[in-house]
């Protein structure tokens, strides 16, 4: 088999040139365009409606201010994948600013927006709970985000272990609510024919979305079709399936066209899910050596008043070192806001953030380099559990990590270069891994082309190059000649592409289908199929050749065609990773940043990071992965926040244009990147696990951490901005 490590991106041209196309490309004819009206209170209920301007203004053909009830076996859906249970327009009731109240449906886009404004709402205010500032309680054992793990965890004492601990480090760290916003904001076109439903939808899961809209209407999943060929971005904004996806398709049914429903910059704040604000609280014992002998780790976020959502960050710090003792809770902070959701590296991120700035502090505390201190603590089976590691190379990355960074010649602390503080700092990076459940199917047609046919979504990550070159190299053909169809619910299922799940659950897939047309055509020529390889379009074996094609033809067939399937155990449809191990990805992340103390400008010099991440399937993709969520951290650490602006219960800000995210110029250009070598047996014939999420962990834990070391500031509360920089009390 040829390695084709190096492939480059098979989708690079279709989406340079434009003609890859997005859920809002799709155009029906007869189709109307729907514009959402947003409630302009946060609490209270609609009292009633002037519609009149609205309906007066040419091309408008309905608005809508209630819609019919959805089927009782909607009441039935899981959450996740449902995002959430509560459906505006059924009821008068007005949970959160920016919550549909009215949906317009007009024969251009321009004349539903332009009546959208002139929908009058009239609304009786009630009581406003702040969510920010909310009593933090237990989780509701209902939700479904709630049981996704524990939701308290004890293992030992470690509230009597961390009170006799010798050395102590304790501290909160606080970040904000993050808004994902995706290049693409959601879209959806819903059509009705014949009782059955197509939709062209921008989602991270099509089948989802499929089971669902089919509960919603009582009517069964293949009379559904839902169809998205790319996605231009999700972060976990698109992963579940959000209550726009299902007024879209009642709107289109209730009026006998079909309806496309665009999100505005301004919905993506209120209509789908963000990062919700987390606060947590750490305490680290150790004895004089740095053994952890307690870590208590206790977080709070932010949910809506209609579902909990579970940010668990307590997950780091049962997962990362070894230590006797160990606590971590998890509680929410319910109000009336929009409801919360998985953003990419969600659990890992937020947590890692805190857990490994007390890793810095409590290194400090005992005079200790924080990578000794690490390496004092390595885990060498899962510390919540002692399962063994499916594979773990930790040790391996922070030794080479450490050599390319130049972590043990690092500048000292303070050191300046012009008017910039030179600082340097490291974290952990950890990420859960999840296997979903996929099939698919390859086609080798006579003239030594090939076919991919799953129904997995492309969302700009890697898998339009992967799977093809998993193909080509199984196959022996150039990677050039094998399509990739994709993102059709008609199309054999596919996992979702969240959870760092798709290389490792379709990639098995894919491998497994492109043996089966090895081994059919190992059978078509009466060959042993253990003695057949691949060769530049041919079966080989014992130096004899076979064209593909010449054995096509002799059979009389146009092609042969292979399947695969990822099976897990007990015939699930998820899991956290092979039985009997724990399965994680790690990585250490160093970086060297730069403080202007006079006006508290914050600067990224250089970063290294060296991930234990099982075998690496394209070097190209992967390391492109890992930048683009180092980029992403870098705004978690240093610019990105999303305010709520507590009188009038709403985002405060709520487009681009009010909300810093990194550009080119904050970013150095080399950002240093490197993977050791590794294979994971437990997670299928590739060895490889997902990395996507894994690229943005660690990171604001070592910028902060860079921070501390630069100017003796410890900041606790991200993002770290000028104000923090320069504050006199700090």
Known sequence: MTSMRGATRQDGPAKVTGAAAYAADHTVDGQLYAVLVGATIPAGRVCGYDLDEARGEPGVVHVLTGLPAVDEAFAALPSPPLATRFLPLQSDVVHYWGQP?????????????????????????????????????????????????????????????LAAAPVRAEGTYTQPSRHGNPMEPSA??????????TVHDSVQHIYAVRDILAAAFGIASDSVRVIARHTGGGFGTKAFVWPHEILAAQAAKAVGRPVKLVLSRQDMYSVVGYQPLTEQRVSLGADESGALRAVVHEVDNITAVTDDYVEFAGVPSRSLYASPNISTSQRVRRGHVNLSSFMRSPIDGPGTWALGSAMDELAHTLSMDPLTLRLVNYAETDPADGAPWSSKKLKKAYEEGARRFGWWDRPKGGTRDGHWLIGCGMADCTQGQFRFTSKARVRLRADGTARIEAGYTDIGAGATTIFPQIVAEILGLDIRSVQGVAGDTDL??????????????????????????????????????????????????????????????????????????????????????????SSRTFGAMFVEVGVDPDLGLLRLRRATGVYSVGAVVNERTARSQMIGGLVWGWGMAAMEASHFEPRLGRWLSQDLAGVALPVNADIPPHIDISFVEEFDPHAGPLGAKGIGELSATGIAAAVANAVFDATGRRVRNLPITPDKLLDPRM
């Open 101 to 161: 109240v009215a949906m317009v449906l007009a024969e251009s886009l321009e004349a539903a927006e332009g009546a959208a404004m002139r929908v009058c709402v009239h609304y009786t205010r009630e009581p406003f709970i702040n969510p920010d500032t909310a009593v933090a309680v237990s989780p509701s054992p209902e939700s479904g985000y709630g049981v996704l793990t524990d939701l308290e965890f004890r293992k030992g004492d470690a509230v009597a272990a």
């Open 188 to 197: 959806i076109v819903a059509e009705w024919q014949d009782g059955r439903l």
């Open 492 to 581: 054999p299922y596919a996992g979702p592409h969240y959870g760092s799940g798709t290389t490792l659950a379709m990639g098995t897939a894919v491998h497994g289908a492109a043996h089966d047309v090895l081994r059919r055509l190992a059978k078509a020529v009466s060959w042993p199929a253990e003695e057949v390889r691949a060769d530049s379009g041919a079966l080989v074996r014992r130096g004899e050749r076979r064209p593909y094609g010449d054995i096509l033809r002799a059979a009389g067939l146009d092609e042969v065609v292979g399947h695969g399937e990822m099976v897990l155990p007990g015939g699930g449809s998820a899991d956290a990773g092979a039985p009997g191990v």
